[in-house]
């Protein structure tokens, strides 16, 4: 597989939608110079168009959806469940297992759980959008639900999209990366 070279970027940024857009670019500057087709393995992730906007400049593609999670349950099925109770907190097999580093903790929860009830006020469930069948992970994915005061719910996914996505970009006919 010569002609892929893969960026991996740090998921903190999804707490800082605004900083999407710019460190993909800086990822994508890097490698369009060596490589004629870029995919980027990003639903729009809160970025309000603004990723799309960059993957313009560089003539990359995307994965479809506006967040991982339409990607990993199907765009249509994840609008479908989103509009059925739009109250939902999602969390994805990553997630789980990083719940206190990159949700508990980010938010204060730990050292302000008071801020509880005015973050999750209007949340009625937490879906677990689940890529593997892993006892451990659902087990902290309802210790999540139960911390939040939310309801727990699992739909298996697997990886959806974002598995047939990379299939599509890896098997197209492109030149090796050169460098």
Do not use: W
């Amino acid at each position: 597989m010569e002609h892929i070279k893969l960026r991996y970027l740090p998921a903190k940024l999804h707490n800082s939608p605004d900083e999407i857009p710019e460190a993909v670019g800086a990822a994508l500057s890097e490698l369009a110079p060596e490589c004629e087709q870029l995919f980027v393995a990003y639903g729009d992730c809160g970025t309000a168009g603004k990723l799309d906007a960059v993957l313009a400049q560089f003539g990359a593609t995307r994965l479809k959806g506006a967040h991982c999670y339409a990607f990993y349950a199907g765009v249509e099925n994840f609008n479908t469940l989103h509009d059925a109770e739009p109250g939902t907190f999602y969390l994805t097999d990553y997630l789980a297992r990083q719940f206190e580093t990159l949700v508990y903790r980010p938010l204060g929860l730990d050292r302000h759980p008071e801020l509880l009830e005015s973050y999750f006020s209007n949340y009625t469930r937490l879906l677990y959008l689940a890529q593997s069948d892993d006892a451990g992970l659902e087990a902290k994915a309802r210790d999540a639900a139960k911390r939040l005061g939310l309801r727990f719910e699992r739909i298996s996914t697997g990886f959806g999209a974002l598995e047939t996505g990379i299939r599509a970009a890896a098997s197209k006919e492109a030149a090796p990366c050169t460098k």
